[in-house]
């Protein structure tokens, strides 16, 4: 029983801690089950022994999948040798904490862990498994990856990105701060960050950490900061402010952009605008202009500040067409060669042509129109030049191009064709001769040749006049020697060969803004090496944009040397003007140019390089040529004269008359080839001082001593300001026509008082004739008979046509003789008192008369009253067998002469003989039909031609005549 009790004694004790060991297995079960961690029991070699809810959450397998199999099935590829090392460390009884690897789950995922293992081990403290706890770390590595990445990027930026307390002290300093600011982090971290602020802004500090404390952000802040070594840098501020868990605002963190390249840039864009000298500007989509740079200014007269925000089309001749333009542009996207013409304030006007292109933002959006206009000035003075030289020749002179069809004329060849400029040009070359077929020939042999001489043409004129001329002609070509056609000049031989005719009778015709410019534009470095071209420097050398940049200025003309020294002369003296060069295109083709060139500076003033525009002067050298082309051409003596009377050109006709080489010519006095050098200087110096001389007469000696005579038609010429540059004369060789006029003429006086002579004694015997014939009719009636005195009255009736005859034969002899005393007429009154005369020697015609009012004009009334008298007479005479006859008589002003006519509805006459109707005895129609003398036309184109004047007439058989009279106007 003792024994009994003593046991009972012990097991109750031994009951208590059994039962407190369970409470406690129990205890820890139920923490192992509700942690959130994977607790995983194995044996020692590696077989699952047991597996919690936790467990069961990070991989997915249920405790009834884990235990009892191996805890490799948890293990990704890769990561085996992981197991067998720690169960090893395990054996000898060590512990690995918090060793982070990755486990895969049951739907293949891989998870990051962090794992402890320990051993496990039994009473007796032998180890006999392993415990792990698994901690899914995969959120806080994402968090720690993030947090690397952010810092790396901070670390990595080219941005200073600092972080700042409330008070401005620095508690962070990247590389790409160091790197701007030249201060390690160890010099700035903990101290003030205005160790970087100018010492001129001490306010932006406090208004910094004032905005940030409110919540506010600040954005591409722009200002300047200091670096370490006292050099301020341009720079822009984007600010937040650092916020903790509670959101509470603890910090600030600046990034800090250096944007001083970019300024550097914005004024490298700007030196090269206004080093550009053609206007540019920018206009915004409503037409506003938004920018312009120096030329513009200076075409338009009118300050940058009052352009920027006005109408772009405001600067124009034509507004309408200048918004049409830049809307065309925004519509099509770009404009080629748009011609306009810019107003200055002043009034002066500047023709030229705009390029122009849309320029957007980095989005491709639209911003505005970037335009750049060319001044053709130049090109239209070279223009000016030549058509000077065409319209102050006297003779016609014409353009050809390759299909006969003409393409330029002067006025002399409207005058010699009487057919207008308009319908000249595009018409065939051939339809104004007498001969079609010759003149084709001609042309055709001047295209074959490349030259005719004195080729022998007639010219007729709308009026049937024909015009005999000697053709000289010649190919002219383009830069490329291209024949693009022949000049033409005909030397008028009518006076001549008519005043041989009538001696044989006697005797058995001118980036997206760089880009824009048509001009070739480069930039060079100080070295020589191009930096930069635009898209005209590709195409006038044939070269790409890539191959251009980096190479040598010089090597792309035909002179590198002069090339080099044009750039270093930039580099010394600052720029250079018209500076020219040849640019040879790879192709072989070489483009003349002019090359105006500044240099260009950075925002410290300090030289970066040298902005060259290249001026093609191709189209003004031709246009030099094409006027070379015509002054050669000429057979008249041509010479330019310069201010101070020296000759500063000539032409080969020039040479010949006065038997001097050209470049002697050059220089010297103009009035020393003269035998009277006085006349001469008072020539020039009349055309300096009235703008012309017409038909001044000198004799040129030439060095052999043969002397012509010769007429100057001069006039001054003058650049695209107005301002006269010299004279250009044109000398007419007068001297055969002289010789052959004064033997006409002595002829002619010759003949006149034989006229004279002969008319005055035929008068006596018609008087007997016509008084004895009388005396017969009235005295002698009776016995004569009816058939007598119808003799007699047909004898009388040829007598008096006779002395009528007689008489108009006087009147043309006289008028040879008789002096011409002008005076101003009433035009209109004389022809009124003319047809009140016509009226009352017949009064039983019914004519319809329609008088226009006539200009006065300087003739001599006598003289201009017969011409009244015969035009009007012959009108009244040949409506005669109409039934309702009219008559008209008007005018016309045209240049420098009126021009007066007389229309009829009469019987007309045909063309075809309308070169008879002047004639003496001549007449286009019966005796018997219309009586008359046949002198009436004589007498006025005697008169008329007396006032220097001109007559002419049209008709049409059955229809009518209109006769017309020119008389000059007196100025």
């Known amino acids: 029983m003792a024994e009994t009790r003593r ?37 020692l070699k590696g077989i699952i022994t047991s597996w919690n809810h936790g467990a069961e959450v990070i991989y997915g397998y249920s405790a009834k999948e884990a235990v009892g199999k191996p805890i490799s099935m948890l293990v990704p590829p890769g990561r085996h040798d992981e197991i067998p090392e720690i169960l090893e460390r395990v054996k000898k009884g060590e512990s690995v904490e918090h060793f982070e690897t990755t486990r895969i789950t049951k739907d293949g995922k891989t998870v990051h862990l962090s794992l402890t293992i320990s051993p496990i081990r039994d009473k007796a403290g032998r180890i006999i498994g392993a415990s792990t706890i698994a901690r899914d770390i995969t959120a806080r590595r994402k968090i720690d990856e993030e947090r690397l990445r952010l810092a790396a990027i901070v670390e990595s930026s080219e941005d200073a990105i600092l972080g700042l307390n409330l008070d401005g002290t620095v508690t962070s300093w990247n590389v ?27 306010d932006e500090l406090p208004e910094i ?27 822009s501020l984007s600010i937040s402010a650092i916020k903790n868990d509670l959101a509470e605002v603890i910090g600030i963190s600046k990034i800090i952009r250096d944007i001083s390249g970019q300024k550097q840039a914005s004024q490298y864009a700007r030196s090269l605008i206004e080093a550009s000298l053609d206007p ?32 772009f089309s405001n600067y124009f001749t034509e507004p309408e067409k200048a918004r049409e333009g830049y809307r065309q542009v925004l519509s099509k996207g770009k404009v080629t060669d748009y011609p306009l013409t ?122 049937g006049m024909i015009t005999h001329v000697l053709y000289n002609a010649t190919v002219y070509r383009d830069a490329d020697a291209n024949v693009l056609g022949v000049f033409a000049a005909a030397r008028d031989t009518t006076e001549r060969k008519k005043a041989e005719d009538q001696l044989h009778a006697t005797s058995a015709y001118a980036r997206s803004l760089i880009e824009a410019s048509l001009d070739p534009l480069v930039t060079i470095s100080p070295e020589g090496k191009i930096t930069d071209v635009n898209h005209a420097t590709e195409l006038i050398t044939g070269v790409s944009r890539e191959w251009l940049t980096g190479t040598d200025f010089s090597n792309y003309f035909t002179e590198p040397r002069k090339a080099r020294e044009g750039y270093r002369k930039v ?27 500044t240099v260009y500076r950075d925002a410290a003033g300090k030289v970066r390089g040298v902005f060259a525009a290249a001026r093609d002067v191709t189209d003004t050298r031709k246009a030099s040529q094409y006027a070379r082309s015509l002054i050669e051409a000429s057979l008249d003596p041509l010479v330019t004269i310069s201010a101070d009377g020296k000759i500063t050109d000539v032409n080969d006709a020039t040479v010949r008359v006065t038997g001097v080489p050209r470049q002697l010519l050059i220089g010297t006095d103009f009035s020393n080839y003269f035998i009277e050098p006085q006349k001469a200087r008072d020539g020039y110096q009349q055309v300096f001082k009235e703008g012309f001389v017409k038909d001044y007469p000198l004799t040129i000696r030439s060095t052999t001593g043969k002397l012509t005579d010769v007429l100057y038609n001069a006039s001054v010429y003058r650049d695209d300001k107005g301002n006269v540059l010299g004279i250009f004369a044109a000398a007419r060789d007068v001297t055969v026509g002289k010789q052959v006029t004064q033997q006409l003429e002595a002829s002619n006086r010759e003949l006149e008082a034989f006229t004279y002579s002969v008319s005055h004694d035929l008068r006596a015997p018609l008087r007997a004739i016509d008084g004895f014939s009388k005396i017969l009719l009235d005295d002698y009636s009776r016995p004569l008979g009816d058939e007598g005195k119808r003799m007699l009255s047909v004898i009388r009736k040829n007598v008096q046509q006779m002395a009528k005859l007689i008489d108009d034969l006087l009147t043309l002899s006289r008028l040879g003789r008789t002096e011409v005393r002008t005076q101003d007429v009433e035009m209109s009154d004389m022809v009124n008192d003319v047809l ?50 009219k008559i008209e008589v008007g005018s016309n002003r045209e240049k420098n002469q009126i021009v007066y006519y007389v229309k009829d509805n009469g019987v007309g006459f045909s063309m075809e003989y ?58």
């Open 209 to 235: 950490i004032k905005k940030i404390k409110l919540g506010q952000r600040i954005d591409h802040y722009e200002t300047k900061r200091k670096r370490k070594d006292g050099t301020i840098i341009d720079v």
């Open 571 to 597: 580099f010394k003296e600052g720029f250079v003007k018209d500076y020219p060069l040849a640019i040879r295109h790879s192709s072989g083709r070489v483009a003349d140019v002019f090359y105006n060139a």
């Open 342 to 463: 810019i107003r200055h304030v002043s009034g002066k006007t500047l023709d030229v042509l705009y390029n122009a292109t849309v320029y957007r933002d980095d989005k491709g959006n639209v911003l505005g129109v970037f335009a750049a206009a060319r001044d053709i000035t130049a090109q239209r003075q070279a223009s000016q030049y030549a058509r000077s030289l065409i319209e102050a020749s006297l003779d016609p002179l014409v353009t050809i191009n390759p299909d006969g069809k003409i393409m330029d004329v002067n006025e002399a060849t409207i005058q010699v064709t009487g057919v207008s400029r308009e319908r000249l040009v595009g018409s065939d070359f051939s339809s104004y001769f007498t001969d079609p077929e010759e003149a084709r020939l001609g042309y055709e042999q001047a295209f074959k040749e490349g030259s005719v001489r004195d080729y022998p043409l007639a010219i007729r004129h709308v009026s």
């Open 176 to 202: 790409g701060a160091e790197k701007m600011f030249g201060f390690h982090p160890s010099e700035v971290i903990g101290k003030s960050v205005r160790v970087i602020y100018p010492i001129d802004r001490p």
């Open 7 to 43: 046991r009972g004694d012990d097991v109750q004790p031994a009951l208590a801690e059994n039962k407190e060991s369970l409470l406690e297995s129990s205890t820890l079960a139920a923490i192992v089950q509700s942690s959130q961690d994977a607790i995983i029991g194995k044996d």
């Open 836 to 885: 009140k005369e016509l009226k009352q020697n017949a009064p039983n015609r019914e004519i319809e008369f329609k008088i226009h009012p006539l200009p006065n004009a300087e003739v001599d009334p006598a003289l201009f009253r017969q011409v009244w008298i015969n035009l009007l007479s012959n009108a009244v005479k040949f409506t005669g067998k109409k039934e309702r006859p």
């Open 914 to 971: 309308s070169n008879k109707l002047f004639r003496v005895f001549e007449r286009l129609h019966s005796e018997e039909d219309y009586e008359g003398s046949g002198v009436g036309l004589a007498i006025v184109h005697r008169i008329v031609t007396r006032h220097n004047g001109q007559v002419w007439a049209e008709g049409k058989v059955g229809e009518g005549a209109t006769f017309f009279l020119s008389v000059p106007i007196k100025e």
């Open 280 to 311: 540019l500007v920018t206009i915004s989509p409503d037409g506003k202009i938004t920018d312009v740079n120096e030329a513009t200014v200076q075409v338009t007269g009118t300050a940058r500040e009052k352009l920027i925000g006005s109408d």
